[in-house]
């Protein structure tokens, strides 16, 4: 049975562009580079670093990328995920246009994200995911609608696309709630929290805020952004 390869990684598709030089960053000798290799040691100075022409964007969050792309070093899985994700956000600031009050918040949202799971056990990529598309609509078949488009157009995994539209459908019991969806909650009312306090002084009202921050929020992290907030 013959092998089934990614034409992008399958060297029968390849042109005379598949082959180039990309000057070492460190002494600017000459590295040569075949377009599917992640990485390559410059023989001047020794310095490894990644292929800045190779586009992780479909290996982003695939669960087979280290069998196509191979043994990959700790900085190239970083930068593929930061690849996908600066993508992400291009996309979503297009899809926005001059909507900066919505854009704003979602980069607020997303910036809180990004801070509560270095605590809490989840799943980033979904969750940074469905962080852009979160009441981006103006219902939730809208949402799903606009992630389900740009997350194809990004050529993320269908099962990924599943979790972040099954996410953006929220409506469920308190108990019945995920932790993915807790944290998405919780960094859209840090979101508004920090809007809150920028129109008005904290300390009128502290005693207020603290008992809504016990009260609404659910993860321990998210509390403690919160009241640092408010100082």
């Known amino acids: 049975m013959a092998i089934i390869r990614c034409p992008g ?6 042109d005379f562009n598949a082959i180039y030089d990309v000057k070492c960053p460190k002494c600017g000798y000459p590295v040569e580079f075949f377009k599917d ?14 292929n800045p022409k190779m586009d992780f964007g479909c290996a982003a969050y695939c669960k087979y990328a280290d069998q196509c792309l191979g043994s990959l ?33 979602v980069l607020k949202r997303t910036k809180y994200i990004e801070e509560i799971i270095k ?12 962080s852009y598309f979160y009441n981006l609509g103006s219902t939730i078949e809208e949402n799903q609608t606009i992630a389900k488009e740009i997350l194809k157009k990004l050529n993320a995994k269908e099962e990924m696309i599943i979790e972040v539209c099954e996410l953006l459908k929220g409506n469920k019991q308190v108990e019945e709630l995920s932790l993915n ?3 998405l909650l919780d960094a859209d009312r840090l979101t508004d929290l920090e809007l809150e306090l920028k129109e008005k002084s904290p300390n009128k009202n ?7 921050i016990d ?4 993860t321990e992290v998210a509390k403690k952004i919160a009241k640092r907030l408010i100082g």
Request: net charge neutral; charged share 35%; aromatic share 12%.
């Open 9 to 14: 990684q399958d060297t029968g598709f390849w």
């Open 37 to 50: 290799e992640p990485t390559r040691i410059c023989k001047r100075c020794g310095y490894e670093f990644v």
């Open 73 to 105: 070093p700790t900085e190239l899985i970083t930068e593929r995920e930061e690849l996908f994700k600066d993508r992400l956000a291009i996309e979503v600031k297009k899809h926005l246009a001059n909507n900066f009050k919505m854009l704003n918040r």
């Open 119 to 130: 605590e809490e056990t989840a799943n980033p990529a979904v969750l940074l995911s469905a």
């Open 181 to 183: 969806y807790k944290i």
């Open 206 to 212: 502290k005693d207020e805020i603290y008992t809504r």
């Open 215 to 218: 009260k609404e929020f659910f």
